[in-house]
Antibody, heavy 119, light 112 residues
Framework: EVQLVDSGGTLVQPGRSLRLSCAAS????????MYWVRQAPGKGLEWVAA????????GYADSVRGRFTISRDNAENSLHLQMNSLRAEDAALYYC?????????????WGRGTTVTVS | DIVMTQTPLSLSVTPGQSASISCKSS???????????LHWFLQKPGQPPQSLIF???NRYSGVPDRFSGSGSGTDFTLKISRVEAEDVGVFYC?????????FGGGTKVEIK
C-alpha cells in the first residue's frame, strides 16, 4: 500500500526556519515526482513546490521561491521542504503528494499533512 | 501564470441527481506531447485531498464510474452522475502543464 507520512510541522516564530519531511513507502520512490501542496485554514489548495524523480527539474510557487527549498533523498525514500524566513502567511497544513510518473503529470496519492503555525 | 476558474462556487444536490462542475483555464492545457494536463481532486470534510481524475478524463483506480471528466483546451467539466451522500466535499481542478501549477478555487458540493 502506498503511504506518505508528513512530519515536521510545529509552531515557529516569524523569520525562523523549519524543515518538513515526508516518508514514502509502498512504491518505487525514485520513479516518481513529488509535490508539496498547502492549505491555509479555511482556504483552498495552493501548490508550493515540485521535484522530478531525479531532481533535474524543480519548480516553486512565486510566494515561496527564494525562501523554500524542496529536495529528495531517493536512498532514504524521503522528501523534504526546507522553509526559511517564515511569514505569517506560510501558516497552513502542508501535504506531500506522490506524482504520476517521473515528471509533472499530476499527483495520485496524498499524505495526511503536517501543520505549520507561524506566530 | 495560468488562472483556473471553477464554477459554481457551491452546489446543493439531491441524492441520485447529477451535478456538473466547470473549470476554465486562462491558457490551453494541451502540452506538446499531445496530452492535456488537467486533473480533478476531491477533499472530503476533515480529510486530505484525494485524486479523482487525471489528464481530463482518466479515473484513478477505485474511483466510482459516476465521476467523469471531459473537455479540451481551456474548457473542462467534471460530471457526477447519481450523486451520493459520500460525495460531499470540495472539488478542485488543477493544471500541471506549466509552472507554477495552479488550482481552481474549489466547488463545494453538499447534499440536499
Amino acid at each position: 500500500e502506498v503511504q506518505l507520512v508528513d512530519s515536521g510541522g510545529t509552531l515557529v516564530q516569524p523569520g525562523r526556519s523549519l524543515r518538513l519531511s515526508c516518508a514514502a513507502s509502498g512504491f518505487t520512490f525514485d520513479d516518481n515526482s513529488m509535490y508539496w501542496v498547502r492549505q491555509a485554514p479555511g482556504k483552498g489548495l495552493e501548490w508550493v513546490a515540485a521535484i522530478s524523480w531525479n531532481s533535474d527539474s524543480i519548480g516553486y510557487a512565486d510566494s515561496v521561491r527564494g525562501r523554500f527549498t524542496i529536495s529528495r533523498d531517493n536512498a532514504e525514500n524521503s522528501l523534504h521542504l526546507q522553509m526559511n524566513s517564515l511569514r505569517a502567511e506560510d501558516a497552513a497544513l502542508y501535504y506531500c503528494a506522490k506524482g504520476r510518473g517521473r515528471y509533472f503529470y499530476g499527483m495520485d496519492v496524498w499524505g495526511r499533512g503536517t501543520t505549520v503555525t507561524v506566530s | 501564470d495560468i488562472v483556473m476558474t471553477q464554477t459554481p462556487l457551491s452546489l446543493s444536490v439531491t441524492p441520485g441527481q447529477s451535478a456538473s462542475i466547470s473549470c476554465k483555464s486562462s491558457q490551453s492545457l494541451l502540452y506538446s506531447d499531445g496530452k492535456t494536463y488537467l486533473h480533478w481532486f476531491l477533499q472530503k470534510p476533515g480529510q486530505p485531498p484525494q485524486s479523482l481524475i487525471f489528464e481530463v478524463s482518466n479515473r484513478y483506480s477505485g474511483v466510482p464510474d459516476r465521476f467523469s471528466g471531459s473537455g479540451s483546451g481551456t474548457d473542462f467539466t467534471l460530471k457526477i452522475s447519481r450523486v451520493e451522500a459520500e460525495d460531499v466535499g470540495v472539488f478542485y481542478c488543477m493544471q500541471s502543464v506549466q509552472f507554477p501549477l495552479t488550482f481552481g478555487g474549489g466547488t463545494k458540493v453538499e447534499i440536499k
